[in-house]
């Protein structure tokens, strides 16, 4: 069933009015002054002026210098909706930037933001998550997101946020767990991603299945998948009506059968004909993906047998127009006639 989008409005009872205030470098000041006020109107037209500021990474960059980052990080608390729906429309939109990023990260909020996770509103929780995504493409906010423990609270959030946000944490997860996947590991997450590769949401499947590509490419996430059976849901997905959730469980399944359980666990859910399949199909993006599977299957003696029998199918592929596909179709040819 179609989820409703999450909407940015306001509530009815909010008089959007912005403060009659000057853009430019001078009204800054003024706006940091203003978050400061006892007036809640005050704090809500200043918020509402500086999301249309932040758009232009100048006045990001002065924004940071004059200090509004410590006066945000406050007002993530307020016990008002809208003021806590602006802040984090505020540096979701500063994090568009890389100064921005470098700022938040700079300035230790992953921690604060942690408070909106439960928010009752949605917006504030999407807004949250889109700056923890925004953060985590920089190695150093990845490494923020790690240190701080989020890892086991984003797997949980999986479980039952809303597709939108959902397809937030995806992300966030697949720039971290290229990091490190230990905590992703231990608090489940591949019960929770297996589950997400059936989901109806194109999207949900494509990026459950890149995470799954991420921790499959560490040693232990490999081990893990394996003893998941994760491998069959994704030789599943081979199948899919959409290219990019075809071209990224290819891409976990080709990671996860590196290791002797992983080909194991691809020949007994019967990879190689849908493998196959992509492989013939000239306009597939999964194509490459597809042929580097099918030779770490061919060291199986199995698997070699099998594909002997459709040599002419990597045969077509040399003359594929990507020199990258044309490599790996010649290595798969000398894997699948190599004779002990």
């Known amino acids: 069933m179609a989820q409703p989008r999450i909407s940015a409005y306001l509530p009815p009872d909010i008089d959007p009015t912005k403060a009659p205030l000057a853009f430019g470098w001078r009204a800054l000041p003024k706006l940091n002054e203003e978050l400061q006020s006892p007036e809640l109107l005050t704090q809500q037209q200043a918020l509402m002026a500086l999301c249309d500021l932040v758009h232009d990474p100048e006045k990001v960059y002065q924004a940071i210098a004059l200090g509004f980052l410590d006066n945000l990080k406050t007002l993530l608390a307020h016990h008002d909706q809208t003021v806590r729906q602006k802040t984090a429309e505020v540096l979701s939109l500063m994090a568009l930037h890389s100064i921005g990023r470098q700022g938040l ?17 949605d917006i504030c929780r999407k ?27 984003l797997v949980l959030k999986l479980k039952t946020e809303l597709d939108e946000i959902q397809e937030l944490i995806l992300d966030t997860l697949s720039n971290c767990l290229r990091v490190e996947v230990s905590e992703a590991l231990a608090a489940g997450a591949l019960t929770v991603l297996k589950e997400k590769l059936s989901h109806p949401s194109t999207a949900i499947r494509s990026k459950a299945a890149w995470v799954l590509l991420e921790i499959s490419s560490h040693a ?13 849901v994704l030789v599943s997905l081979l199948g899919d009506t959409h290219p990019e959730v075809q071209v990224n469980a290819t891409g976990a399944l080709m990671f996860a059968n590196v290791t002797p359980q992983g080909r194991s666990s691809a020949m007994s859910a019967e990879a190689i004909p849908p493998l196959l399949k992509l ?3 000239e306009t597939s993006e999964a194509r490459l993906n597809a042929i580097k599977t099918l030779t770490l299957l061919a060291e199986l003696p199995e698997g070699r047998e099998t594909l002997l029998g ?4 990597f045969q077509q592929c040399l003359n ?21």
């Open 279 to 281: 492989v013939t199909e």
């Open 310 to 313: 459709h040599r002419d199918a």
């Open 105 to 121: 990260i700079q300035s230790g909020i992953i921690s604060t933001l942690t408070g909106l996770l439960d928010d009752p509103v």
């Open 320 to 340: 594929d127009p990507r020199e990258a596909v044309q490599r790996a179709a010649e290595i798969a040819i000398t894997v699948i006639d190599w004779k002990p």
């Open 220 to 232: 232990e996430g490999k081990i893990a998948v394996c003893k998941e059976e994760v491998i069959p």
């Open 127 to 153: 807004n949250t998550h889109q700056i923890f995504y925004m953060m985590a493409k920089l190695p150093e906010g990845a490494g923020g997101v790690l240190q701080a423990g989020l890892i086991p609270q």
